[in-house]
Each structure stands twice: as structure tokens, then as C-alpha cells.
């Protein structure tokens, strides 16, 4: 599945880095040093799950755990198909909407966080409520309402849909506009347009991110800031590693879903930063031969949702079609866990106490 376009974006800002960027690894798979014009593989670092990631999966293990099957979860825990297919095959029954979910069961709140109306409906109908809404969107959460409280008007970048987006926006409906993309910064209507802050979606691109609130600062010159980035350090770090391997690269194969925001900005960074050509595909059976024509370095990275044994997968498909040899670009160290869900961490203490 290609993911096509030029990007128009300019400028950098990578931020939240928790070592240093640049340094040339190896892959520890047994492959031998790189020869100029071989066939070779640019393997990008970090890739694949983030913190928020690992903790929204590892909720839904341990609550099967504890709690046995069926544990409702209501969404797409993370956007990607093989962790869906994964979790349900252990028990999970994933659902639209908590209406769904038969009353006093155990229900899981994906990592896209939800507006308040949805914990309001969840206590309605009885439910045992798991939050493994990422924290860095709870802080997004935090930073709406707190702007929405001092009677600011607050332009929301992100993508129309999106299920974090609805999330957010939930947390003050009235006082939230949603802005997508550089464009639509230029026709946003406001009530007093010297009262206006901005937010934006966890998942989207740095430098197009930029470049929509210099456009909205053109219109809006009092318009605050937020108190700290909201574009997550997984999404930067992921495009930062992106813009080291696409400039060496004929072909940036990105595994991810293409339900998976972060996933398809990694795609448009790579255009944008010299791939010739750059797709997403959920797993190896997606590529294509053709793609391989002519192309003597592939750069392969994924998004924050994707397990490892799927890139695993394309190293191992790319190795078939004489890719053998991978290289490490390690741009970015990241160290970064969280805790598990308060609700989830009382019930494993309450079942080790008997
Ligand atoms: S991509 Fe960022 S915001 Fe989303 S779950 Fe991962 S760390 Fe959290």
C-alpha cells in the first residue's frame, strides 16, 4: 500500500532526545560490514513501540490475566492489525462503543484516550473501566481543559476523525476548533482572536506541525502556547531516525497500518527528507518486487504500534531478495516506561495478597 504525495513542510525541531544522535551501530543479526553498492539495508533507530504502546498492551495481557476472558476493550487498542488480531485471539472482544459492552464487565480504554463523556457512559452502565489512555495525551487532556478554563478559544491541529482527536476535543467541545493542516490555519474562524491557544495531536508531523502554527500566528499574534510539546518523543524520535536513513535511500519501506497516524507521517517524512520512494505495508507480504527494481539501498523503519517481529519479518523478506546486508542508524536512545494503569496495578496487588 503506497502512501504517496510530496510533503511541504520545512524546517526541524527534534526534541526530547535521551541520548546521542548519529552515532552508526550494527545489526546484531550476524551481517557483515556494508561494501559501497551493495545491496544493503538501513535499519532505523528507535522504531516500533513506544512506551504508551507497550503499557496499553501489557493492560489488556494483565487484565486477561487476572480477570480471564473475555475482557471487552473499546477501540483499537493501538492502530495496528496484528496486535488486534493478537490480543483477541487471547480473549480480547474489541467494541465500537462501551454500549457494547454487556453491563458490569471489565472494559479497556485504548491508548487514543477518550472525551469524559465516555468514562460518564462506562459508569452508567456499571463498568470496570482499565484507562490505558497514553499519559502523554492525558497531559494534552490537562493542557485542554486548562486553557478552556481561563476562556480561551483553542485551535486543535490534528486530523479529522482521528480517534485522539475526539478525545481531546471532548474535553471542552465548545471552546474547540479543529485545525488540519497549514490550510485550514489560514480559513479557522474565532470569536475573539486575541484570546486563542493552540494544541495539537500527539501523532503528527514536526515540521508540518510548524509550519501550521506559524500560520496561525500570522492571524492570531497573542495566540499562546502550550506549556510543553505535544507532539509525542516517540513520534519525533521516529522521524528524526527517518531523516538520518531516507537521504541514502532508494526506497523507505515503513511497517505500520494505515490507520496509524504516526505510521503514515513516517512515510511523507521520508519523501520529504530524499527517499525516491517511500510505502507503507502492515507486514513483508505487502511488498512488492517492482518496488526492488533498480534500488540498491532500502531504508526500513516502523511505527510506534508495530511489534518488532514484524520488521523482523521484512528483514528477513528483504534478505530473500539479496538485502543481506543491515545496518543500524541509531539516532535516538530512549529509556522511557510507564507504570500501568492505577485501576490494573491495585487489582494485580489486591490478587498477590490473596
Ligand atoms: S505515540 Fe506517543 S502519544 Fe501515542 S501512545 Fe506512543 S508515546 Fe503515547
Known amino acids: 500500500m503506497s502512501v504517496g504525495g510530496a510533503w511541504e513542510g520545512g524546517g526541524t525541531a527534534v526534541s526530547a532526545r535521551t541520548g546521542p544522535a548519529g552515532a552508526r551501530g550494527t545489526y546484531d543479526g550476524g551481517m557483515t560490514h556494508t561494501p559501497a553498492l551493495a545491496k544493503r539495508v538501513l535499519l532505523a533507530q528507535p522504531r516500533g513501540y513506544?512506551?504508551?504502546?507497550?503499557?496499553?498492551?501489557?493492560?489488556?495481557?494483565?487484565?486477561l490475566a487476572i480477570h480471564g476472558a473475555p475482557v471487552y476493550v473499546r477501540k483499537q487498542i493501538v492502530h495496528n492489525?496484528?496486535?488486534?488480531?493478537d490480543l483477541e485471539a487471547k480473549g480480547a472482544i474489541f467494541v465500537e462503543e462501551t454500549a457494547e459492552v454487556p453491563e458490569g464487565s471489565i472494559v479497556v480504554l485504548s491508548a487514543h484516550g477518550v472525551a469524559p463523556t465516555v468514562y460518564a457512559e462506562a459508569t452508567q452502565r456499571n463498568l470496570r473501566t482499565?484507562?490505558?489512555?497514553?499519559?502523554?495525551?492525558?497531559?494534552?487532556?490537562?493542557?485542554?481543559?486548562?486553557?478552556?478554563?481561563?476562556?480561551?478559544e483553542i485551535l486543535l491541529i490534528g486530523h479529522a476523525g482521528h480517534e485522539e482527536v475526539v478525545?481531546?476535543?471532548?474535553?471542552?467541545?465548545?471552546q474547540v476548533m479543529l485545525v488540519d493542516g497549514p490550510l485550514e490555519a489560514a480559513r479557522?474562524?474565532?470569536?475573539?482572536?486575541?484570546?486563542?491557544?493552540w494544541l495539537s495531536q500527539t501523532t503528527l508531523s514536526v515540521d508540518e506541525t510548524l509550519e501550521t502554527v506559524h500560520a496561525l500566528r500570522e492571524r492570531f499574534p497573542n495566540l499562546m502556547d502550550p506549556p510543553s510539546d505535544d507532539i509525542c518523543?516517540?513520534?519525533?524520535?521516529?522521524?528524526?531516525?527517518?531523516?538520518?536513513?531516507?537521504p541514502a535511500s532508494d526506497l523507505v519501506i515503513v511497517v505500520g497500518s494505515r490507520n496509524s497516524s504516526n505510521s503514515v507521517r513516517l512515510v511523507e517524512v521520508a519523501l520529504e527528507s530524499g527517499a525516491k520512494a517511500s510505502y507503507l505495508?502492515?507486514?513483508?507480504?505487502?511488498?512488492?518486487?517492482?518496488?526492488?527494481d533498480s534500488v540498491t539501498t532500502i531504508g526500513l523503519t516502523s511505527g510506534a504500534s508495530v511489534p518488532d517481529s514484524l520488521v523482523l519479518g521484512v528483514l528477513d523478506w528483504l534478505r530473500g531478495h539479496g538485502f543481506d546486508n543491515v545496518e543500524e542508524i541509531d539516532a535516538v536512545r530512549e529509556t522511557l516506561t510507564f507504570a500501568l494503569p492505577p485501576e490494573l496495578r491495585r487489582d494485580i496487588k489486591e490478587r498477590a495478597n490473596g
Not at 81 to 85: C, D, E, G, I, S
Not at 233 to 245: D, F
Not at 281 to 292: H, K, N, P
Open 281 to 292: 505495508v502492515d507486514d513483508a507480504g505487502e511488498i512488492d518486487e517492482a518496488w526492488l
Open 188 to 197: 479557522v474562524e474565532v470569536r475573539d482572536p486575541s484570546r486563542v491557544a
Open 50 to 63: 513506544c512506551a504508551g504502546v507497550e503499557r496499553a498492551i501489557d493492560s489488556v495481557e494483565k487484565a
Open 81 to 85: 492489525k496484528h496486535v488486534v488480531a
Open 167 to 174: 478525545g481531546t476535543a471532548g474535553q471542552a467541545p465548545e
Open 130 to 152: 482499565i484507562d490505558a489512555t497514553c499519559p502523554l495525551v492525558t497531559k494534552v487532556h490537562h493542557e485542554a481543559r486548562r486553557f478552556s478554563e481561563q476562556g480561551l
Open 233 to 246: 518523543y516517540a513520534t519525533q524520535n521516529r522521524q528524526a531516525a527517518v531523516k538520518q536513513i531516507a
